[in-house]
């Protein structure tokens, strides 16, 4: 009885909240300011798809690009937060400007794309919190497990290979603190006493654990990248032959003919879904919606996906997709069933509360210490 009273009590506090937060959304997109401020990952502000959003609202567009998660957030809290109307943000970024309160919530009834949205993506805990929604998932792409066919013939079917000492020198993994999820995956299968159920939600022993590992795998590491580009060159000039990657890098080394091939491991894989997010502060809040509406279009969502390598979120994006390049869909994975989908542990910015209840989990500021401990 006293547990379903709390439930009963933590539900009605949930739907206070979201009612809450629903009587402050706006009800309807009014003409547009005329200005509207990106934050975003470069090529997510093509011309392709921004001089025909000006030419239709109205709203010119101003771009800053950045490199990193940490650089968004950093460049979002600039000036209080006032510089930007919306950030097209990765799930290890979402949760951090929630919580900062840099973003608000988003009314998805403005949203109508939001129906086509494919069901895993309408409500994620990187960009919904206790039934707010403070984003729109925009595209998304796991990190598959690439490596050079003609040195290794044997595929793979495992992330051991990374971890392997017969792969000495040629193996490439992200330069990136959310990088230690992938080992923390790994080792959710490979050592289930740790008892890590999620490999974003890691307490101290569980994080040591995944440091161990991490430290071994460390002198067996060509080079930790940072762009896609990098990984790319490293395995046209065979100084990789294995290594975490997306499915961007696969197709295009195997455009330019490098025998690569990819796959998601027994053990699952992470992966990433960015969320174009309005800006507590912002100044052009119409633009702001018109602005995701345009790119949450079915057309704009495929050349997003083509022009960047990723996989859309719009469901009526596939037939676009394969209308400008014939298979595109699939070999993206824009059909993806649920099954796929399960597979994958998508992006999340670790925070003290675990998922199961207790507040005894790393934040992402521990989980940048401890990479930076991985590289030293």
Not at 135 to 144: D, F, I, L, R
Not at 325 to 345: E, N, V
Not at 360 to 367: E, G, K, R
């Amino acid at each position: 009885m006293k547990g379903f009273s709390a439930l009963l009590l933590a539900t009605c506090c949930t739907a206070m909240m979201a009612q809450a937060y629903a009587a402050d959304l706006p009800t309807s997109v009014g003409k547009g300011e005329g200005d509207l401020n990106v934050v975003a990952w470069e090529g997510y502000a093509d011309d392709a798809w921004v001089k025909p959003f000006e030419q239709q609202s109205g709203c010119k567009v101003h771009r800053k690009y950045v490199g990193s998660s940490d650089e968004m957030v950093a460049l979002t809290r600039m000036g209080g937060g006032k510089g930007f109307d919306v950030v097209s943000a990765s799930g290890d970024a979402a949760l951090r400007l929630i919580f900062g309160k840099n973003v608000q919530p988003v009314n998805m009834s403005l949203i109508p794309a939001y129906a086509d949205l494919m069901p895993e993506l309408k409500e994620p805990s990187f960009n919904t919190v206790k039934g707010v929604h403070y984003g729109v998932s925009y595209e998304w792409g796991p990190n598959v497990l690439m490596w050079n066919t003609k040195t290794i013939t044997t595929a793979p079917t495992s992330w051991s290979v990374i971890y392997d000492k017969a792969h000495t020198g040629v193996i490439t993994v992200p330069d990136n603190p959310i990088q230690i999820a992938d080992a923390a995956l790994y080792l959710s299968h490979t050592k289930p006493e740790l008892g890590i159920t999620d490999p974003y939600e890691l307490t101290q022993p569980q994080m040591d654990a995944v440091v161990a590992l991490l430290k071994e795998q460390r002198p067996l590491v060509k080079k930790y990248w940072a762009l896609a580009s990098d990984e790319v060159d490293l395995f046209k000039s065979g100084d990789a032959q294995v290594g975490a990657a997306w499915p961007y890098q696969a197709n295009t080394l195997r455009a330019a003919n490098v025998p690569v091939q990819d796959t998601i491991p027994t053990e699952g894989a992470t992966g990433w879904a960015d969320t174009w997010m309005i800006s507590t502060h912002a100044e052009h809040p119409n633009c702001a919606y018109l602005w995701i509406n345009h790119v949450m279009t079915p057309k704009v969502q495929a050349q997003q996906a083509l022009s960047f390598g990723e996989t859309p979120a719009n469901t009526k994006a596939c037939a676009e997709m394969d209308a400008m390049q014939p298979g595109s869909c699939k070999q993206y994975h824009a059909d993806a069933s649920a099954a796929y989908f399960s597979t994958i542990k998508f992006w999340k910015t670790p925070v003290r509360q675990c998922g199961n209840g207790q507040n005894n989990c790393l934040d992402y500021a521990a989980w940048q210490r401890a990479w930076q401990q991985v590289k030293q």
